[in-house]
């Protein structure tokens, strides 16, 4: 059965950021507050704001908080007619009686009834249940709350060593951050190399790069606990040792906060995230949900994975918000590109890396091909890896990485555009892209690396 | 009938740029001496050399002719065993003898037989047939050698005022390389805005840009001859009036040189190029040709176009000599994709402009998107604009430009990589392009506009 929007319909909107309130703002282009009543729950303070803009925050690079929030509750009431509430928590969901139980902060219980519910609650950290974890510098980055907190504390006690905990791209970002403020950085992770999104021969130019920032990067170590003193942070404890800490930046990832849907019953995938299809309808009629909250259709493996980016959450919930207003939308899929810098260096990939492409089953070749971002006797020419992977046989584009300075990074589009395409890396190698000496060898990195990789298959 | 090689055969290449020499050299890397022999016709002193690089030498931002050499005669006769004959002029094509009739710059005539013959006589600049325009300081652009003059008469003459006539890519690049020079610079245009591969609402920032940059710009206005003292130019003339120059850039474009060919009794097509397949053979057995005196075939009218660039003229050579030596490649065609910067502006396009769409038969919908580099709140964000055209009905994108600044041009790839694909702008809109706030906005520039003409379509 299709909730579909008659008279006077009410939706209500589970989680005030980027995918809450693209959904309800785009419900409210196609239906008016005649037709669509719509009421946003946020238990924080902030709707709509940039997660992924909140290492720039720590840095200083972004000066002010209200720098990262695209819109607030005020604009959604006043340009929008969306009820947004503000320190409202959903603690259940009803399926039956149609309604959400809400604990606002300052106590209240009420319940909202609705329609349409949608599902944005977002991510939450890996647990990292540790002795130690409670003390006073160990800093969390995921919510606008966190970062804002995390740059106070910063400012406060100008720590001169950090820890970073996990190197993926948050850890990178915040490495970055920490650097950028003067401040000596560890970072810790567990992985043979940094950023376990890539392989470890593309993981490596990232770790010698941090090396030559200066960053100490100690791998395959775990962390056991931490070390204080008078509740405040002092060291990192690992299997390997004890390191010094005046403040620790937790970067170990987040899971999906699938915990108020599975409650209420609604269907979890094997990922941990909420199972929605295309047009991001949950298992129950009327309730859908997007964002970091959900799991998405990979292209390529053609399973279910968690890629908790704020450029997925936006088209979901643009895509949730078009169906829910009586439109047709549909959400294509993830490919998993990313992208970061590091003091200059840009990290990206998309795709299936090599253990990722052997896990889904794929027979892959790759080649990692050195070139520059500009021909090599134009001035500013920079290094750049290109790396490709592609099924045997086939030929067909499995995933690429990129690592590189100036104007390296965002190539990886490039690859995300021919990989969503189901491309051949002979095809690819063909392909018109643009060549002047300021941008490109006349012979374009990606060329040469699709050529070299479609040798080999 | 097709030519084979046997025994010991004999490619003979008549030009020593880009095509001429990938076929040589791709030839050799399947072939060694004892199978192919290989002989290299060069009229000029120069092998290989990136024309695209001239403007940079005429600037000085590139010091050195050797640095746009990739490889010099002797690097390929040394590594590649082509016996590569510099100041070597083919004049004759005798299909039926299967010779090529040859005069040297020293005054020599002769012949050399071939079982295949590789044409890759590249372009000539359209003739400028105009009073006065053998006056000294009337500067050509197009081989290494004019690169070499210009570059001279500069240096020599230091002028303080110079013309540009036309602004495509090159006349664009040498109002940059004048510019940077101390020079002041007019460029004379007889189109409505410059870069007319662009829809003028596009080339009207590239002109305000020019502007800003203190570059006057003429436009619709034609040259009708230029006036000189003592056969040293000193102005040029045009219907509207006369504008004083030291020294005059010629930048108004190329036309291929097929003459050659079509003596011969190659088939020459409707553009004027040497017709080809997309194994890059012409209607002669054993006769291929590659690069700007060739016509290709355009992915998007499905017709034929010229499109003298090096970035082909390497893809075609190479796939010339796989063919020649033995093995089985295909050019897949163009889309006319290209890039240029002038101090700082980007611009690039690839596919149909309006008026080409027009032509080919199109009825499309197009829409112009400004957003920014970065995320917004991130620094250095730059301002850019992205315009995409699609068939109305089909949403099939046919085109696509980019004016900006830093980091805006090379995003013309993705539209390049979308176009070679076919994909609709719907698709686009939902595509899986990386996002961090040092490198875009959460919606990309490209998404954004690939869902508004979408919505037009």
Redo the contacts between chains.
Sequence with gaps: MEHTVNSRSRLVVVGGD?AGMSAASQARRLRDSRELEIVALERGEHTSY?A??IP?LVSG??PRKQ??VARDPDTFRRDFAIDVRTGAEATGIDLDQRSVAVRGTGGGHWTERFDHLMVATGAVPRELELPGCAAAGILGVQTLDDGIAARAFLDRNQPREAVVVGCG?IGL?MAEALVQRGIRVRVIDSGEEPMSALDPDMGRMVREALQGMGVEVHLRERVTGFRSQRDRVTGVLTAQGEYPAEAVILGTGVRPDSDLAREAGLDIGPTGGVAVDARMRTSAPGVWAAGDCVESFH?VTRGPAVVP????A??QGRVAGTNIGGGYA????????????VCGL?V?H?GLNEEEARRAGFVSEAVAVESTSR?G???GAERMTVKLRAERGSGRLLGGQIVGWE?A??????L???L??G?TVE?MA???????????P???P?LIAARKVAERC
């Design positions: 980027a940039s992924c803009g720039y690079v972004v720098d990262l791209y970002e292209r980016l704020g450029t997925h936006n088209k549909r959400f294509e899929g993830v490919l998993g590109t990313a992208i970061t810098k840009e990206a998309t021909a006797y134009y001035p104007n990074g965002k190539r990886v589009d490039v995300a555009t021919a969503w395409n491309m095809d063909g392909m018109d892209l643009s060549y002047a000496p300021p941008f490109s006349v012979w374009d990606v």
